[in-house]
């Protein structure tokens, strides 16, 4: 890889400290995907990194690599925002980290990172807020973020007889995982175990859900729609699809 340079918003996913004043950034980037890089002098330099350095922070960065390409530093950096209402909070904080270990975890390259980017821009934008935030919010931003990878489930019509869900239509709908389609009880063969059945209701909800920005979770008339049971159908869902489950603070490949 020849020597380049470029500027980008990043949104800081972890910090580590290299020797008293250095350390290395990992940030989520609109079109680069996920990359890390040296910030040498980088707790030092109040002049090159202004109240840039601390994760969540959305930043605007300048970086160069080595003349080989192999590994990139940080030359400058300028705060674009910066979530106080988060880290005020010990439960938005993790909820936060949360949605950014995800991140980390389930990225898929840097096709997809503009998507991902601007949906996690979103969900530390309302944690910051003031607007009740669901304790779910992070299952919903992780069933989100698996949509948003090209999983987008069909869940409004009986795939087989096209039956459509309606407020009234009752529980009799099962949730194919694998498909990522829903069937009506009429169609649905007795002997196939990978269903989940949901009321006609969580299926409206969890549309909601996947068709929506993060803004549109905090709408009590939204999150009311999801039961237990559709909590466990979105953790599946993305467990499915992504293969990732949350494991004593860390989401692993299953
Ligand atoms: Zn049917």
Same mark, same amino acid.
């Given at each position: 890889m020849p020597r380049e340079e470029f500027t980008e918003e990043v949104i800081i996913l972890k910090i580590g400290q290299l020797r008293e004043i250095d350390c290395w950034v990992r940030f989520l980037t609109p079109s680069r995907g996920i990359?890390?890089?040296f910030a040498f002098g980088g707790y030092r330099s109040k002049r090159r990194f202004p109240g840039c350095l601390d994760i969540l922070n959305q930043v605007? =960065?300048?970086?160069v690599s080595n003349p080989t390409g192999k590994y990139l530093y940080?030359? &400058?950096?300028?705060l674009l925002q910066r979530f106080p209402?988060?880290?005020r909070s010990l439960n938005r904080l993790g909820m936060a980290v949360n949605c950014l270990k995800f991140i980390e975890a389930a990225h898929l390259g840097e096709d997809d990172s503009r998507a991902a980017f601007y949906l996690i821009l979103k969900a530390l934008q309302i944690l910051d807020s003031d607007v009740f935030v669901p304790a779910a919010f992070p299952l919903l931003f992780r069933t989100r973020i698996t949509v948003e990878y090209g999983y987008y489930p069909d869940i409004l019509n009986c795939s087989l007889c096209g039956k459509k869900v309606k407020a009234?239509?009752?529980?009799?709908f099962i949730f194919i995982l694998r498909e990522g389609r829903i069937c009506c009880g009429d169609c649905f063969p007795a002997a196939s175990s990978t269903g989940i059945r949901l009321g006609a209701s969580s299926?409206?909800?969890l549309e909601s859900i996947i068709s929506g920005l993060p803004g549109s979770w905090v709408d009590e008339s939204?999150?009311?729609?999801?039961d237990k049971k559709?909590?466990?159908?979105?953790?599946? =869902?993305?467990?499915?699809?992504?293969?990732?489950?949350? &494991?004593?603070?860390?989401f692993r490949q299953v």
């Open positions: 990359l890390t890089a605007l =960065f300048k970086v940080l030359q &400058e950096g300028t209402g988060i880290t009234d239509s009752g529980s009799n299926l409206l909800g939204v999150y009311k729609k999801l559709t909590m466990q159908v979105m953790d599946r =869902f993305v467990q499915y699809h992504l293969g990732l489950v949350w &494991e004593a603070g860390h």
